[in-house]
């Protein structure tokens, strides 16, 4: 539906009202003048106190908690590493037992969100961030009094799963209040929260571990995760409209075939064999129902409560990268976090070896990286915005979300260049400020490309955005987990130039990947509509 189209209906006329998951520009008028119902996409379907009509300030009030909870994601994968050492020594362990833990925490962090995105889309988002934000301080706060390794890498996996939410879920809350137009700008000040994590967290970190020794970090950790805890209690509304929801609906359509079926063989029990033959033609069996497709009444939606035990993550997850479009998209998402994972982690380790910078000085040098990939994140999703609406307008008024992804193109050319720069610079040991400028490049660069693609992923996936989010995590989750794992040996055996050309090679695959997606997605994107709607209809 395009922005202009607007539709007030009356109770009566919601009523009649039927439902499609459709592109965003979907026309009305035409129904108007029919008898046809009015077909609205899911995404536009008319709902009680609806969050895409709230004021600005309530609308700032949510992307501001969101923001801060979501840099709990970026801060736990990195606070701990200038704190290493001590815990090494003071628990009495080895560098791998440290190094598991910090594979394991990127590992379940990216994969554990496809859990609560179902849920999240059965019993809304504010229960979802509660009770992942609950975990995580819970989890913080045993890590800071625990005695042995193996306690910590326990509750750093629950740490992980608690921290994991927020990304997935943070990405569906925008969606659920901003229209498809305003989401680049609103998706690159969200993910600019994050991002700063990578750069923060080893300055606070090594602040804190040498003025005050490791388990100081986790108490800091404990202290934001309540902060964030008692804005979401107490400031945060929930976003979430079940209206608005395919899995939601799914679940619903599921529950209502089983319920009509029951209530028809209870009825056919009752019925007097004189009176069934009286009116056989208008009776329906049981296998008639089953066989109808299945309408969702309003009344339904208000009556059936769904609990967690309807939340089943896989067909939803299953669903979203069986999707030509979704899966090619996924990986180039994949790969851009892990090569933003993978700079940081070894530019550390090259400061250290031979620079001898200490944690706090080595935090410092990679905020250049997070600046970087801050003002990629905020501007990147305003020329976003902006090359959607100018070719929206050009085609018509009439826009479909792989526009969005034509405003990566003015990256592209320079990011492989960049991390060219930074191997080399990094191999020849040139001086360090020289480094900064190619972080701060390549930050930059793989950042304004990276929004766009998140942006792209919730609009071609309407009404399943925080599964299509948290999907895409999966693959950022297994991608930054091969990086961190292969990443040490390929820098100690081919050095900084060779691992680094390698990964400008990887960057200019990526860039394909997204070039294939924008001229040949939507046609993958409406077959996989057209073969969704088809399985539906036979139901």
Known sequence: MTESQ????????????????????????????????????????IVGDDPRLWS?????????????????????????????????????????????????FIFIQGNFPVIWSAISEIKGRKTVYLFSIALFTLGSAIVAVSRTIGLVIGMRILQAVGSSA??????????????????????????????????????IGGALTQGLGWRAVFWFLVIWGGIIFSAFLFLFKDTFRKERSVTYRNVL???????QSLEAKDESRKISEKKLQVNVENQTSSKDIEGQPTVIPPSAIREIKLSITDVNPFPPYLSIISRKNNFAIFIASGLIFAFSFSIAYTCARTLSMYYNYD????????????????????LGGRWSDRTLARLKAANGGISFPEMRL??????????????????WVCQERVNVAAMCVMLFLAGFLSIWIYTS???????????RSSTAVASNSSFRGLSAFVAAEIAVPLQDSIGDGGLYTLWAGLVIITECIILLVLYKGRKWREASDEREKQKQDGK
């Open 56 to 104: 600005n300030a309530k609308k700032n009030v949510v992307l501001f908690i969101i923001s801060g909870a979501s840099m709990i994601a970026g801060l736990c994968a990195n606070i701990q590493n200038p704190a290493n050492a001590q815990i090494e020594q003071q628990l009495h362990t080895s560098s791998g037992d440290i190094s598991l833990s910090l594979s394991l």
């Open 6 to 45: 607007r539709t007030t209906l009356s109770p009566t006329d919601v009523q009649s009202m039927e439902f499609h998951d459709t592109d965003s520009q979907t026309h009305v008028s035409s129904s108007k003048m029919s008898n046809e119902p009015i077909k609205l996409d899911i995404e536009h379907a």
């Open 253 to 259: 359509k599921r529950r209502l075939r089983e319920q």
């Open 453 to 463: 693609t998140l942006a792209y992923i919730v609009d071609a996936n309407t009404g």
């Open 166 to 203: 927020v990304i997935a879920i943070g990405a569906a809350t925008l969606a659920d209040i901003y229209e498809p137009h305003q989401r680049g700008t609103m998706m690159g000040v969200f993910y600019s929260a994050p991002l700063l994590g990578p750069s923060l967290g080893p300055i």
């Open 359 to 378: 944690a706090l000085k080595t935090g410092l040098v990679l905020l250049a990286f997070g600046i970087g990939s801050v003002s990629g994140s905020i």
């Open 406 to 423: 034509e405003s990566t193109k003015v990256a592209m050319v320079w990011l492989p260049l960049s991390v060219i720069g930074y191997a």
